[in-house]
Every structure is written in C-alpha cells, then in structure tokens.
C-alpha cells in the first residue's frame, strides 16, 4: 500500500513520524521541504527505506492507494484539492483520502462532488489530542464517510490514534471534532477571568490556580494552558490564528445548523481581537492578554507582575 502524507506540521510532523516508524511506504510533502526531510530521518533511524520526499503535491498523490492530509485551513484544504495538480485530479478511480484536517460542511461538500465523479473515497477524520497526542501516537480521531471505507482504512488510522471512531456519514468527522475543540477555547478564556478575579481581589496567582485544580472546576484546560499563563510564554504549541479559525468554523458550523451559540460568540469575538492586536502567529493564549491588558494585571507570579 502507498500512502502520501500532505502537510507536515505540528500536527502533521509527528503523525507521518508515526506511520514511518510503523513500516509504513510513505511518499511526503509539505511547502517547506525541510520539515519533509524530518520525517524522512525518523523513517531511517527506524529501519524504513520505504519513505520517499516528493517535489510536488501532484507526485506524493499520483500512484497512492490513500493521501492523507493535515491542513490548516478550509482554504488551504480546498487549494490543495482542485486544479490540474490537485490531490483528486492526481488520485486514481478506487483511491481514498483521509482528511485529518479541520474544515467546514460546505467545503466538505464540494470536494466531496467533485471526489465522487472521480470514484475516490473520502473520510473526513480530524484529530484532537494535541501535540503531545500526536508525537505519542495517542490521538482521538473522529471520523465520517461510508462503512466499508473506514473499515479498510482503520489499521493506518490505528497508527497514528488509540481511539479510531466512525461517527456516521460524510461530515461527522467535522462535526464532532468542531464541537469539542470549542470548549478549549472556552475554557482558556474563562479560566483567565477566575484567575483575574482572585488575583484583582488578592490571592496569588500560583495559589488561584492551585485551588481552582483542585475543585469542581477542575479541568485539562487548568492543568496544561494554568502554568503557560502564569510563567507569561502563553503556550507555544498552537498558533492564536488557528485558534481563531477553529472558532470561526464554529459559528459558520451553528450558522448552517441554525443554532444560537451566545458564548462562542463572545470568545470568537475575543480571538479575532487578539489576532487583530498580535498577530496570527502568536501563542495562542495571547488572547489572554486582551483580559489582562483590560485590567491593568499580568496573570502571572506575584514577584513578576507589574
């Protein structure tokens, strides 16, 4: 079986590692050849000869039984998707995508359209799990599209997730992973103004975060982004654009199903707002900063703030 594997980021990187470690024939592209040949010397160090970089994106998915892709944006998914050296036009009748992206339902739809006249298969099977998740081997993945597919697609899946689900038709997969990828967001921002309140009204913030672990609002959230707040480097493992896009996908997401969500409204409005202020490549609590800018108070140790 041939596998090509497109986009080779932080995410990306570390699930190709995985596949190439497995033994896997993988053929690689991403815009920057150097984080192609990355995994290429995972894949060495692991004994595998069978991991090839590839010049374009047409060459990684001409000839594969299935692509793979780990994008990071619906715009970017589409750009790679259409056109005369896009993945469908270079994908044989009987080939399978699997896309471990985030994208939107009428994106999914159109690619879907045009994969069907092509008789490529897609699955759509966003991750969650984060970076440790995915150097580890450990994600969750949602996915959506036929039975059958799935089903012959799973033992690669299983490589790069402990937890492979089929949620249903095409869409599922977005779906799930959009509603659940909100409420870290959410979160970040409301553990920010517990934080606040304690450390405006005269706790430190180290013992704020200390109880608010240890009580009922207890939460990953407080465990992993609590310290990156307090230490000030606001957590470098995820830009603040992507964050900002996986909240605006969400309001396009209740948009179509008709759904009033008040609170993601609110904090999609407070990612924009920092985006806007520091850019879309910063960490992405900077939008943190907003909260503490507004106050006039670094969430941060006592002996530092100012």
Not at 60 to 68: E, L, N, R, T
Not at 79 to 108: C, F, K, P, Y
Request: aromatic share 4%.
């Amino acid at each position: 079986m041939q596998i090509a594997f497109i986009g080779l980021g932080n995410m990306g990187g570390p699930m190709a590692n995985n596949l190439a470690r497995a033994g896997l024939r993988l053929s690689l592209y991403d815009t920057d050849r150097q984080k192609s040949k990355v995994v290429l010397s995972v894949a060495k160090a692991a004994g595998n000869a069978a991991v090839t970089v590839a010049g374009s994106l047409s060459e990684a998915a001409s000839g594969s039984d299935i692509v793979m892709t780990s994008l990071p944006s619906p715009k970017v998914i589409e750009e790679v998707a259409h056109g005369e050296r896009g993945i469908l036009s270079s994908l044989s009748a009987g080939a399978v995508w699997i896309d471990l992206s985030t994208n939107n339902l009428e994106s999914q739809r159109r690619i879907l359209a045009a994969a069907r006249e092509r008789e490529i298969s897609i699955l759509d099977a966003p991750v969650t799990g984060g970076i440790e998740g995915a150097a580890a081997g450990t994600l969750l993945i949602m996915v959506g599209g036929e039975k059958d597919i799935f089903s012959r697609c799973k033992p690669v899946l299983e490589k790069i997730g402990d937890r492979v689900l089929h949620l249903g038709a095409h869409g599922a997969g977005y779906v799930a992973k959009i509603s659940q990828v909100v409420l870290c967001y959410l979160n970040s921002v409301a553990l920010s103004e517990a934080l606040m309140l304690g450390v405006k009204g005269g706790v430190p913030a180290e013992t704020m975060l200390s109880i608010i672990q240890d009580s009922t609002g207890a939460s990953y959230v407080a465990d992993r982004y609590g310290p990156a707040i307090l230490d000030g480097s606001y957590d470098p493992g995820f830009a603040l654009g992507l964050a900002h896009k996986d909240m605006a996908l969400t309001l396009e997401l209740a948009n179509s199903l008709r759904t009033a969500l008040p609170m993601c409204t609110q904090v999609e409005d407070i990612y924009r707002r920092a985006v806007e202020k520091y850019g879309f490549s910063q960490n992405h609590l900077m939008a943190v900063k907003l909260l503490e800018e507004q106050n006039g108070q670094f969430l941060r140790g006592s002996a530092r703030n100012d």
